[in-house]
Nanobody
Framework: VQLQASGGGLVQAGGSLRLSCVAS????????MGWFRQAPGKEREFVGAISWRGGSTYYADSAKGQFTISRDNAKLMVYLQMNSLKFEDTAVYYCAADGSSGLGLSPLAGSYDHWGQGTQVTVSS
């Protein structure tokens, strides 16, 4: 499956953005999906994940109550709604598909074997 993330941009602190990730190829609707981010000079970190049917989600502590993941399998889309953005949310955001780990909703980047190219989110303070 191929993934392409979009929707990033420049936003003022306190604002909102919704990132989208479109999939192509086979298997998307059966894969748990994750969102990760990487800030300059930092390691890639887990943001959250959603089960293949969308019925379960799992968030990093830093994302709870602020970010919401959803998906529309009919449209081959997964979304990351980000509210109350802070300067420290500035990062490149990646969507990823877990096609084979069988670990459920994993926070580990190594569990995901398909990655999008990333979309830049910049929050101005």
């Amino acid at each position: 499956v191929q993934l392409q993330a979009s929707g990033g941009g420049l936003v003022q602190a306190g604002g909102s953005l919704r990132l989208s990730c479109v999939a192509s190829g086979r298997g998307f609707s059966r894969y748990p999906m994750g969102w990760f981010r990487q800030a300059p000079g930092k390691e890639r970190e887990f943001v959250g994940a959603i089960s293949w049917r969308g019925g379960s989600t799992y968030y990093a502590d830093s994302a709870k109550g602020q970010f919401t993941i959803s998906r529309d399998n009919a449209k081959l889309m997964v979304y990351l709604q980000m509210n109350s953005l802070k300067f420290e949310d500035t990062a490149v955001y990646y969507c990823a598909a877990d096609g084979s780990s069988g670990l459920g909703l994993s926070p580990l980047a190594g569990s995901y074997d398909h990655w999008g190219q990333g979309t830049q989110v910049t929050v101005s303070s």
